[in-house]
C-alpha cells in the first residue's frame, strides 16, 4: 500500500460511488472505497483515515436491517460528508429522524440557502447565483435533524437539503455532489477535503517514485514476466517494472493472428527498440487461427481463445526460466468490490478473456503496480514515464481480438478484409480529430455478402458495420453522432479502398442494450 493521506469512501451500493473517488482523485486526494460491511469499528480505530465519505445507495434506512455505518466512525474525530443515503444513515445513527418518502425527487432541483447560516468551511463558495442546481434521486428525506446539526440549505422536497455539525465537523447531503449535472458539487468536495486538511498529495510523479521503490522492494533480485496485449495498461506496466528492475523483467507478447494492421510491429518497435525491454515475440497465429477454423459461436471462440493464450504464454514464460512473479497491469476498478444488491453472482453476458488462473497454475506471485489507478491515472502515468502520446491514447483493444469483430466463422480472408478496412475507419477518425473523443472505434465483418455495383459490374461482396461509442469505463456506452457527410466519405472510402467490402453499415446501438463488441 502506498503512503498517502487516506480518505476513505464507505460505499452503500450507488451507482456513482466511483465518481466520487474520481473527483477527489483529480484534486490530489487518494481515497479508498471499500464495501460498508467491510468496515470495522476496529479497523477504524488502529488506521483512522483522514476524512470520511458515506456513499448513496439503493436501499432505505427506514427498512430493518438496512446498511449502517461503522458507529466508531463518529467518534475518531475526523470530518464525516454523508451523500443521500450516506445522509440518512447519519441521521438514523446520530438520532434524527428519516421517512419514507412521499415527496420523492429525481434529476434536478435546486437548493437556496437557509437564513442565517454563514456560507464559509465547507460551504464557501457556494449560492454565489442565488441558489444551486444540483442531482437529486432519492425516495426517503431527513424530517428531524440529529443534535447538534443546522440546516445551511433546502430544496422544494428536501427541507434539509444541505446539513451541517460544524463543532463536530460532519456534514450531509440529499444530493449528489459527486455528479457533472451539480455543477458546483466539485467545489463542496474541494471544500470538504481542504477543511480536513488534506494537502493534494496524490501526484503522478509522486506515485511513480514510490510504485518504483515498492516493486523493488517486492521484487529483489527475482525474475518477473510480464503479458503485453499492446494495451495501455500492460504497456504502462511493463514500463514502469522495467524502471524498477531492468532486465530483470522479461515481457511475453503472444501474436494469436487477430491483431489490427500493423499492430504487432509496433508493439515490438516500441518496447524492444525504443525502451530496450527483453521481449520475447510469440508469433502463434497458425496455431490459434487453425483451432479457431470452423468456430461460430462467439463463446467458444472467447474459450479456445483463453484457453491457447494460458498455454502459450506459459510455455513461453517458461522459456524466461526461473520467474517467480507475474506482472498484470490490473486496475482499481478491477479491484474494488462494489456493493452489489442484486443478489447472488451476476450472470455471464460474456467470457471475458484474461489470464486468470495463471498465477496459481505457475506457482507465480503477482506484481500488480496499478492496482491503485483509475484508467486516466494510468494515462498520466503514461505521460509521466514518457510514453508516446498515441500509444497512450489507444482505444481499448479486447483480448480475442479480432475474433469477437468477425461474427460466424473466422477466415484469413475476412480477417485481412476487415483489418484494411478498420485501419481506413481509425484514418478517418484520426484526420477528423474525433479519436480522443471517443472511448473505443472498430469495424466489424458480417457474415453476410450483398450484391453491388461498381464501374459496370455486379459485386458480391462482405457487409461491415461501424462501431463508435462513447463510455467512461465500458460498462455503459453510447454510440457516437458522426455527422451524415463523415458516415458517407468513410463509406466511400471503405468501399473504393478495401477489396471485398461493399455495403457498410453505421451501428446505432447503445449499451445496454446492445454490447460494445459485437460477440
Ligand atoms: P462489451 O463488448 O462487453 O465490452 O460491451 C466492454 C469493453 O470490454 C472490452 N472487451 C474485452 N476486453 N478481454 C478484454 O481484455 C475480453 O475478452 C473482452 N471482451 C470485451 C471491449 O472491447 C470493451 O472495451
Redesign the pocket.
Known amino acids: 500500500m502506498t503512503q498517502h493521506q487516506r480518505l476513505l469512501i464507505i460505499d452503500f451500493g450507488s451507482q456513482v460511488t466511483q465518481l466520487i473517488a474520481r473527483r477527489l482523485r483529480e484534486l490530489g486526494v487518494f481515497c479508498e472505497i471499500r464495501p460498508y460491511q467491510s468496515v470495522t469499528d476496529a479497523e477504524l480505530r488502529e488506521n483512522p483515515p483522514q476524512a470520511v465519505i458515506l456513499s448513496g445507495g439503493p436501499d432505505s434506512v427506514t427498512r430493518d436491517g438496512s446498511p449502517r455505518a461503522p458507529q466508531a466512525l463518529f467518534q475518531l474525530g475526523v470530518p464525516v460528508l454523508g451523500i443521500c443515503y450516506g445522509q440518512q444513515v447519519m441521521m438514523a445513527q446520530l438520532g434524527g429522524r428519516v421517512e419514507a418518502g412521499h415527496h420523492a425527487e429525481y434529476g434536478r432541483a435546486f437548493v437556496s440557502p437557509a437564513p442565517g447560516h454563514a456560507l464559509d468551511g465547507i460551504f464557501a463558495g457556494l449560492f454565489q447565483d442565488g441558489r444551486e442546481e444540483v442531482w437529486m434521486s432519492h425516495g426517503d428525506r431527513v424530517t428531524a435533524l440529529a443534535p447538534g446539526f443546522a440546516v445551511i440549505g433546502t430544496s422544494a422536497n428536501a427541507p434539509f437539503a444541505m446539513i451541517a455539525d460544524e463543532a463536530r465537523r460532519f456534514y450531509a447531503v440529499q444530493f449528489h455532489p459527486e455528479v457533472h449535472h451539480s455543477p458546483n458539487g466539485r467545489i463542496l468536495l474541494e471544500n470538504f477535503v481542504r477543511l480536513a486538511g488534506f494537502t493534494g498529495d496524490w501526484t503522478m510523479a509522486g506515485y511513480r517514485d514510490e510504485a518504483i521503490r515498492l516493486i523493488r522492494e517486492q521484487v529483489g533480485d527475482g525474475k518477473v514476466i510480464c503479458g503485453l496485449s499492446g494495451g495501455v495498461d500492460s504497456s504502462v506496466a511493463a514500463v514502469l517494472i522495467h524502471e524498477a528492475i531492468g532486465d530483470q523483467l522479461t515481457c511475453v507478447f503472444v501474436d494469436h493472428g487477430l491483431l489490427r494492421q500493423g499492430e504487432a510491429a509496433e508493439v515490438v518497435a516500441m518496447f524492444r527498440d525504443n525502451y530496450n525491454i527483453p521481449l520475447v515475440h510469440a508469433d502463434e497465429s497458425e496455431l490459434f487461427l487453425g483451432a479457431l477454423e470452423g468456430v461460430s459461436d462467439p463463446e467458444t471462440k ?1 474459450k479456445t481463445i483463453g484457453r491457447l493464450f494460458i498455454d502459450v504464454f506459459q510455455k513461453h514464460a517458461a522459456e524466461v526460466g526461473g520467474a517467480e512473479f507475474l506482472a498484470q497491469g490490473t486496475l482499481y476498478p478491477d479491484v474494488i468490490e462494489s456493493v452489489s444488491f442484486s443478489g447472488g453472482p451476476s450472470v455471464t ?2 467470457s ?3 489470464v486468470g488462473g495463471l498465477p496459481e497454475k505457475m506457482g507465480l506471485k503477482l506484481v500488480e503496480p496499478l492496482r491503485e489507478l483509475f484508467k486516466d491515472e494510468v494515462r498520466a502515468l503514461g505521460r509521466e514515464l514518457g510514453l508516446p502520446a498515441q500509444f497512450i491514447g489507444r482505444h ?5 481480438g479480432l475474433a ?1 469483430r468477425c461474427p460466424g466463422e473466422i477466415t484469413r480472408e475476412k480477417l485481412e478484409i476487415l483489418r484494411r478496412a478498420d485501419a481506413v475507419y481509425i484514418d478517418q477518425i484520426r484526420k477528423h480529430g474525433l479519436y480522443d473523443e471517443i472511448w ?1 472505434a472498430f469495424v466489424a465483418i458480417l457474415p453476410v455478402r450483398t450484391v453491388g455495383v461498381m464501374g459496370d459490374q455486379r459485386t458480391y461482396d462482405y457487409a461491415c458495420a461501424l462501431r463508435a461509442v462513447t463510455s467512461v469505463d ?1 460498462m455503459t ?1 453510447d454510440y457516437y453522432p458522426f455527422t451524415h457527410d463523415f458516415l458517407g466519405e468513410t463509406a466511400t472510402r471503405i468501399i473504393n479502398e478495401v477489396k471485398g467490402i461493399n455495403r457498410v453499415t453505421y451501428d446505432i446501438t447503445s ?1 445496454p442494450p446492445g ?3 459485437w460477440e
Open positions: 472467447r453476458i460474456k471475458h478473456h484474461n481499448p483493444f479486447p483480448g480475442p469477437i473505443q465500458g456506452a449499451k454490447t460494445i463488441e
